[in-house]
């Protein structure tokens, strides 16, 4: 088995409490642009760059949907409940932090959220100067679920990507850290897994506590735990 050298977390839904207020406004900013979005169509695009996010739209509202102009307000409904309710870490990152600390295995961030948001919301709670590397959607040219951000967040902290555990919530995230040739470890948020997605995982785990005890027993996990 390749030794576990890093672990990269994706950061909405992983280290962050955040995907519920995801969801809830790119409903909320479709509404007002005269758009029906159901629940499901919104959890489609978690950790869906851009590119693919506003052709998906398109396909689902048709062409004149603007996705820029809905992304924007939705921007700007998710900055206003944080600046009034603030930001929830997940129950378990500090404690998997503080295990990893010492131990030589390297740790980064690989977000579809841009370089600016993503260091605001890190250090809103704390967690800004707990990784090696906080790699985003836009440094790369094709984001999640294209391979290319992790493997750019591997090269960042030159470790080669099967040597790396990906962890994830979501389905777009998975496949992304999955055809990068990483070990993708899914800790569910809004949705589980389906039986695709399941046949990609290295493992599945309840919490970031479950997985803090996987990286202190990986020696008795098999190669793919589905």
């Not at 693919?52 to 102009?69: C, H, N, R, T, V």
């Not at 295995?105 to 948001?117: C, L, Y």
């Not at 440094?139 to 591997?154: C, F, I, R, S, T």
């Not at 070990?183 to 803090?212: G, H, N, R, T, W």
């Amino acid at each position: 088995m390749t030794e576990i050298q890093a672990v990269i977390f994706d950061m909405d839904g992983v280290i962050l409490d955040t995907e519920p207020l995801l969801a809830k406004y790119w409903r909320m900013a479709a509404k007002e642009f005269g758009y029906h979005m159901e629940y499901e169509q919104a959890l489609m695009l978690r950790s869906l760059a851009g590119k693919y996010a506003s052709p998906l739209l398109k396909e689902i509202f048709g062409e004149d949907f603007d996705y820029q102009a809905v992304r924007a307000r939705r921007k700007e409904l998710m900055d206003r409940d944080i600046e009034e309710n603030g930001l929830k870490k997940k129950k378990g990152i500090d404690e998997l932090l503080d295990r990893l600390q010492g131990t030589g295995i390297k740790t980064a961030v690989a977000t579809a959220t841009d370089k600016e948001r993503a260091d605001k919301y890190l250090k809103l709670i704390g967690l800004y100067d707990r990784f090696g590397e906080i790699c985003c959607g836009p440094m790369v040219e094709n984001g999640k679920p294209a391979p290319d951000l992790y493997l750019y967040a591997a090269e960042k902290i030159g470790v080669p990507p099967g040597g790396c555990i990906a962890v994830e919530d979501s389905p777009n995230g998975i496949r992304s850290a999955y055809t990068a040739g990483m070990k993708p470890v899914m800790i569910p948020d809004l949705s589980q897994p389906d039986e695709e997605i399941k046949k990609m995982l290295y493992a599945k785990c309840d919490s970031l506590f479950e997985l803090a005890d996987i990286l202190g027993a990986l020696d008795k996990l098999p190669e793919r735990s589905f």
